[in-house]
Structures are given as C-alpha cells and as structure tokens.
C-alpha cells in the first residue's frame, strides 16, 4: 500500500542554524535533547530524571519537524520518524506492531529520538474523534490500542537511557492527560509562528546560498509577509530564484543573481496561509 511506514534511521544533517528566530524553543529543546544524552550520568548522580518526552505544538508549516531533526543533529542521535495518520490508518494490530518496533529500534540505537508527528491521529483524549473519523466504535479502539501502546512504550523507556520522544501536533487541547502526566510528555513548547524579526531570520536562512542584487532588502521582504508560515517563506525564496532562473533562460544570459523584481513576482503568488 501507499502507507508510509515508520522511517529509520539516521542522523540528519540539520542544525539548529538552519532555523530562523525561535530563539527560546531552540534553547529549551537543547536542554532537553542535549542535556540527558550528553550528560545522562551527571544528571542520574544528581537525581534528576531526564525527561521521556517533549511535546511540540503550533501551527503547520513553522519548522516542528526541522526543530525535530536539528535536535537529533545537535546530539548526534538517531532520528526515528513516526506518523500518527499513518499508523491510524494502518490493519488492525499493524500500527501497534510498528510503534514497538519502532521503540525497540530506538532503544537499540540509542542515542536516539523518537519524532511523532501528528500525534492527536493517535493520543487524542479517549472519547472525542480521532483524526476526523466518523466516530464509529472500531474507529474509537483502533485509536485506544495505539494510545495504550504509546503508553506503555513510553513508560518503558525509563531503564532506556539515551531515548527521547519529541511528538508535535497542531491541536494540544485533544492529546490525552494520561500522556501528559509526569514521567510521559513532561516539556510542552510551543512553537509559534514567526514575526517579523523571525521572518527575516527565515529569509536570511533560505538565502544563504544565493546572490542577492543590491535593491533587494530582506527587510522589506519579512515586512510584507505577515502571516507567513516558515515553509511559505522557505517557498517564497524558491519561487524568486526560480523567476530569476526564467529570466535569465529567456534572455540568454547567465545572470544568477535575484533582484528585487524576482522577490515580489514570488510575493505576488504565493498568500499566507495563517490568519492574523
Ligand atoms: P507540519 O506541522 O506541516 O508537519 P512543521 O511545523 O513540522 O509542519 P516543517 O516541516 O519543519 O514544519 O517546515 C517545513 C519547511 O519550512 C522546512 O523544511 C523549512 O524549510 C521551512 N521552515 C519552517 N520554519 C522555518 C524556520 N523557522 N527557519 C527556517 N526554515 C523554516
């Protein structure tokens, strides 16, 4: 089938660079990620229990993913890929099947985290509709199996040092209490969406390898782009180099630097997608 299955395994080549603004994210997530897989023994002889879990929230698009993979970067540690939806639409007994695989794997490798993206699909609160479904009563176990699953392999991981699971969603409010209480998902951060400060640094990111003619101002740029997502910005800068790609094709030059006409051609097609 078209199924997507848990993906392993490999230390990306992201860094914490590579994300523009989230300052405070970057740093909190650090500390979690960082500090009990570089220094575990440190903090088990100071009685500090490294946290199992970290929960990301926020609207699509602004870098969840990319945080995800530049932490397992930063620590050098194994990224495991999980998907809620995916496992929510898998056979029956399949998607249980792969999430202890997946935590097995992830014990092995450790160092090691586990990302889960869209983690409602699986560990909304018992009762209230997973993953739009309509609700019906097979739809409603098929959620709770995966969810006592989680809960068991999260619960495991306590003897596993060297293994974190990042889970993100963009609704926090339907996760399930049991997998908040302590020990489980004990960090919450959420990851907002840029503001111009944080636009600029997304722009500045997503330029870095490019030439930029004098009359473009990045400035300008994360001025007109309020309500952007991360990604759209990424898409924007895409979208100029490409209007300067066609330009130079079309009148043979060989000019590969991107003016300011490319940036607004780019702006003019492309609309936010968050509202204010
Ligand atoms: P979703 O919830 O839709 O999975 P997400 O929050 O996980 O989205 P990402 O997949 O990490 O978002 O972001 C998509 C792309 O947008 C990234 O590959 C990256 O190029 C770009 N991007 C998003 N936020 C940032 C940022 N703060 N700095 C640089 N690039 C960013």
Known sequence: ASIVRGSAAEVPEVSWDDIGGLHEVKKRLQQAVEWPIKHGD???????????????????GCSKTTLAKAAAHSSQATLFSLSGADLYSMYVGEGEALLRDTFRQARLAAPSIIFFDEADAVASRRGIGESGSSGSGSDTSVGEKLLS?????????????????????NRPQAIDAAL?????FDSVLYVPPPDKESRLEILRVHTRRTTLANDVGLEVVADSTECFTGAELA??????????????????????????????????????????
């Open 149 to 169: 699953t989680l809960l068991t392999e999260m619960d495991g991981l306590e003897l596993a040092q060297g293994v974190l699971v990042l889970a993100a969603t």
């Open 180 to 184: 908040m209480r302590p020990g489980r």
């Open 235 to 276: 898409g924007l800068c895409r979208e100029a180099v490409m209007a300067a790609l066609r330009e130079s094709l079309a009148s043979n030059t060989d000019s590969n630097v991107i003016c300011k006409r490319h940036f607004d051609s780019a702006r003019n097609g492309t609309r936010a997608s968050l509202s204010p």
């Open 42 to 60: 440190a903090l088990a002889r100071l009685g500090i229990r490294a946290a199992r879990g970290v929960l990301l929230h926020g609207p699509p």
